[in-house]
């Protein structure tokens, strides 16, 4: 069984840097892609970015140039490094993945959530 581990959340002040860190653990022969989403309190969840196997990465409008996802594939592990923390980046960040076993693809997997609190 495939589980999603995340870790790097926390309190940063505005202008401060926070790296995200999403391990895939169990039976995994490789990864089609990861990403981050996130949801603030009285909103939807929303992507924040995601990485495939052949490095092609989205992001959403509000954190281009600021955020970086990259992917390690020895390790099953995504990174999100976020720079230039606002106010507006407060919310839980759920890491996602599909990964393929070996013996099937296992889609829409989702972490537990990290916390993150953007505040002076």
């Known amino acids: 069984q495939v589980q999603l581990v995340e870790s790097g959340g926390g309190l940063v002040q505005p202008g401060g840097s926070l790296r995200l860190s999403c391990v895939a653990t169990?039976?995994?022969?490789?990864?089609?892609?990861m990403g981050w989403y996130r949801q603030a309190p009285g909103k939807e969840r929303e992507l924040v970015a995601r990485?495939?196997?052949?490095?092609?990465?989205n992001y959403a409008d509000s954190v281009k140039g600021r955020f970086t996802i990259s992917l390690d594939n020895a390790k099953n592990t995504v990174y999100l490094q976020m720079n230039s923390l606002e106010p507006a980046d407060a919310a839980v960040y759920y890491c996602?993945?599909?990964?393929?076993?070996?013996?099937?693809?296992?889609?829409?997997?989702w972490g537990q959530g990290t916390q993150v609190t953007v505040s002076s």
């Open positions: 990485i495939n196997s052949v490095d092609e990465r």
């Open positions: 996602t993945a599909d990964v393929w076993t070996g013996r099937a693809n296992e889609y829409d997997l």
């Open positions: 169990g039976s995994i022969f490789s990864i089609n892609k």
